[in-house]
């Protein structure tokens, strides 16, 4: 029993596992609309002062570069140790400003601690998703899907397991953000590793019964929301709670042991097979050559690097084909790379802007304060949802029907065009609606845009492209979030305020209440996403002979079988 164990603990799949409770807890970036409140009251900051933390935060959690490079030369552990790190002081520094312990910080020293906290998660999903995208090659999809779900999903498993032993205390939730995620990622720090890549027939299955696992929490989670929002819970109630949720979390763990025990038993009879070698009981492997003819490029390749030490530089205009390994600067200067990154400018960045906006809207449009709660609650339900249904639809119908990627990227982008519309014309209760939306579009558009770049560009700067891709969020965010709706809504706000024969007392917080507080700003919004639509789909046509091809074919003669059926005569002769 103890050597199962050691080969769980050692297994593949329990990389994948470490890697979900480290993206479970990593996602605190979307509870900002928890506690915003707290820190605009507290600090005595306006609409646009706010706006400005929320960039700085989205600014963290998604320019990753520093932890995509230290991950190109050093190990997960480290980049999942430095993330630890700064999400603990960076969080904890917030907390001691919010409850006064230290000298009230200017604003710019408030933008840098959250970008700081914020910034680890960067260092999270670098050091766990890629590594577990690098493991799993021929299921990227699966496994971007399922981690990035887990990472939306986290907003509303903080939020059960914080108040099931915590309460209700906003200013103590960023300190617990601050503390979980670090003690997590410091936990598994050994066990999210590189591993060799080899094939499994029934990897699929074992992903969608992750999958089933995580809708099951995902609809436990949307019931408790919706409960605690209309009843009033007791704390033994919300204790409760959060029980069910850390056990459904570790539920996967089933899958998991199952998993590695028939591996187990696979390898078992491989040994058995090798000591009986002298009878003449060998399994023929499909294409014996395969790993030899791979090696032998490798090293011709080696050779070739060494010969033209300036390669790197020389041939930053002359990429490689489409899916073969592009190098980080042939990658940056690609007009795929900057179609797909106009796209996620104002794609990600008009959906972030109503994400982070949401409880602001909903009291500027008169919603009680029970149903902006739930807003914001559930749109951590909708991001999940959106997430792995990208990753798994799009996987399915890739592999399926050659369905390429950007075209399901391009209807996301049309159908949150419909979202920010429903915005602007503040139709009545329409936020119910569009809050799904939003969230949905929001999470479908991640697996999606970092399956595309692993796919377009290769795997061997990943690490790097995969936080080059994340970096144009931020600035469709600043755009969009700053300069549009925080100037514009602080506009009209004082325009009221001007109306009633008052001026601004200095350090007062900004109100604006009806339909025109957000209406000029989402109208330009909508645009600014149906453009980013425009360049998706330019993305599609480019890219349509490619994803006609096997895109995957290389994988599979490169990986190592593992699970191949056994003869009934092997095993007869076995017995």
């Not at 209440?513 to 209406?519: A, L, P, Q, R």
Request: aromatic residues 12%; contains cysteine.
């Amino acid at each position: 029993m103890a050597s199962v164990v050691v080969e769980l603990v050692k297994g593949r799949w329990f990389v994948v596992f470490a890697s979900l409770l480290i993206m479970s807890v990593s996602g605190a970036t979307y509870m900002f609309g928890l506690y915003s409140g707290e820190v605009k009251s507290t600090l005595g900051y306006d609409q646009s002062t706010l706006n400005l933390l929320s960039v700085f935060k989205d600014l963290g959690a998604n320019v990753g570069l520093l932890s995509g490079l230290i991950n190109e030369i050093a190990p997960p552990w480290v980049v999942l140790s430095l993330g630890a790190i700064l999400n603990l002081f960076g969080y904890l520094m917030m907390w001691l400003s919010v409850t006064g312990r230290v000298v009230k910080p200017a604003v710019w020293q408030m933008c840098v601690y959250i970008y700081i906290g914020s910034n680890s998660q960067t260092f999270a999903n670098t050091g766990a998703l890629v590594t577990c995208v690098k493991n799993f090659p021929e299921s990227r999809g699966f496994v971007i899907g399922l981690l990035k779900g887990f990472v939306g999903l986290s907003g509303a498993i903080l939020a059960q397991i914080y108040r099931g032993a915590y309460g209700h205390d906003t200013k103590g939730l960023i300190l617990f953000v601050g503390w979980l995620p670090a003690v997590a990622s410091f936990i598994f720090l050994r066990i999210v590793r590189f591993m060799k890549v080899v094939r499994q027939a029934n990897e699929s299955r074992v992903f969608h019964n992750i999958l089933f696992i995580s809708l099951g929490l995902a609809g436990f989670l949307m019931i408790m929301i919706i409960l605690q929002t209309v009843f009033q819970f007791s704390q033994s109630g919300y204790a409760a709670s959060a029980s069910v949720v850390v056990g459904l979390l570790f539920a996967p763990l089933i899958v998991i042991f199952r998993e590695d025990l028939n591996l187990w038993k696979v390898k078992t009879q491989g040994r058995r097979l090798d000591r009986n070698q002298e009878t003449g009981l060998k399994e023929i492997p499909e294409n014996p050559k395969l790993d030899e003819s791979a090696a032998a490029k490798q090293i011709d390749g080696t050779k070739e690097c060494q010969r033209k030490p300036d390669r790197c530089f020389s041939n930053v205009f002359s990429p490689p084909e489409r899916g073969e390994d592009y190098s980080i600067l042939q990658a940056l200067f690609s007009i795929d790379m900057l179609t797909l990154f106009t796209a996620t400018t104002f794609g990600v960045g008009g959906t972030l802007t109503a994400i982070d906006n949401l409880g602001q809207i909903g009291r500027s449009l008169g919603y009680p304060a029970k149903s902006i709660t739930t807003f914001v609650s559930l749109v951590s339900i909708w991001n999940f949802l959106g997430r792995v249904s990208a990753g798994f639809v799009s996987e399915i119908l890739l592999k399926k029907y050659k369905f390429p990627r950007p075209m399901l990227l391009t209807s996301v982008l049309f159908v949150s065009c419909s979202g920010h519309l429903l915005v602007a014309f503040g139709v009545p209760n329409s936020l119910y609606v569009s809050s799904i939306i939003m969230g949905v579009c929001f999470g479908a558009q991640w697996p999606l845009i970092f399956a595309i770049i692993s796919e377009l560009f290769g795997l061997k700067y990943y690490s790097t492209l995969f936080n080059l891709g994340a970096a144009a969020s931020p600035v469709g965010v600043y755009i969009l979030n700053v300069v549009v709706a925080g100037h514009l809504y602080d506009k009209e706000a004082l325009k009221q305020l001007a109306a009633k024969g008052l001026k601004r007392k200095e350090g007062q917080a900004l109100t604006c209440i009806g339909v025109e507080c957000y209406k000029v700003s989402f109208l330009i919004i909508a645009g600014a996403t149906f453009v980013g639509c425009i360049f998706s789909f330019l993305l599609v046509v480019r890219t349509r002979e490619f994803y006609k091809s096997d895109i995957y074919k290389k994988f599979r003669e490169q990986a190592e079988e593992i699970d191949r059926p056994i003869s009934p005569r092997t095993i007869q002769m076995l017995n």
